[in-house]
């Protein structure tokens, strides 16, 4: 093929295309809602990217107990459907104080986010969460033990500010690997005793 073939194929090609998008500019209204469409899904992927990096600079004040600038991703009044075991404040400053509590008993935590997924006003993410327990948890004292477990926080938003938060994690796998708790095979050797 040459140049003149290639130039006269790309041309019929892209005439194809602007015709089978409503012509050349004729419709403008077709236009015009598509240029919407556009512009309507740039700012959803903005927003999602907001919320998935604010996500993960919390996951972050998790792992250095600091947490200035929170108020830039959570809401004031923000609802903890599943806050931590004798958590008794809520809002922002219950988030912060599981942040203080949770850096305090594992104060060389490391989070790795290992997936997230976003539908609507809602995000989901699925973590992974390292550490050595050399604090106490509130009232149970350190145990000195290495946990490794896995996690799942639900997040509901409006704009870019979390509103509410559900949180699951492998509570009783973290018991069994603190020495807190037998695993579930040396409880079933018990119970037949």
Request: aromatic share 6%.
């Amino acid at each position: 093929m040459n140049y003149r073939t290639i130039t006269h194929t790309f041309t019929l090609a892209t005439m194809g295309l602007l015709a089978s998008c409503g012509g050349g500019g004729h419709d403008d209204a077709k236009m015009a809602e598509h240029m919407a469409m556009m512009k309507a899904d740039s700012s959803m992927k903005a927003t999602m990217t907001t919320r998935e990096e604010g996500f993960r600079a919390v996951m972050g004040m998790f792992d250095s107990g600091n947490a200035e600038g929170l108020e830039n991703y959570v809401a004031e009044n923000m609802m903890d459907h599943t806050p931590m075991p004798g958590m008794t404040s809520t809002g922002m400053q219950g988030l912060k104080d599981m942040i203080a509590m949770h850096h305090a008993a594992f104060p060389d935590s490391k989070m790795t986010i290992l997936s997230v997924a976003q539908n609507g006003d809602m995000l989901m993410a699925h973590f992974n969460m390292k550490g050595t327990n050399t604090g106490a948890m509130g009232a149970m004292p350190a145990t000195g033990k290495a946990v490794d477990v896995n996690g799942v926080d639900v997040i509901r938003f409006e704009g870019d500010k979390a509103v509410e938060h559900w949180g699951y994690m492998e509570d009783q796998k973290m018991m069994e690997q603190m020495g807190m708790m037998p695993p579930p095979g040396d409880m079933k050797d018990k119970k037949k005793m």
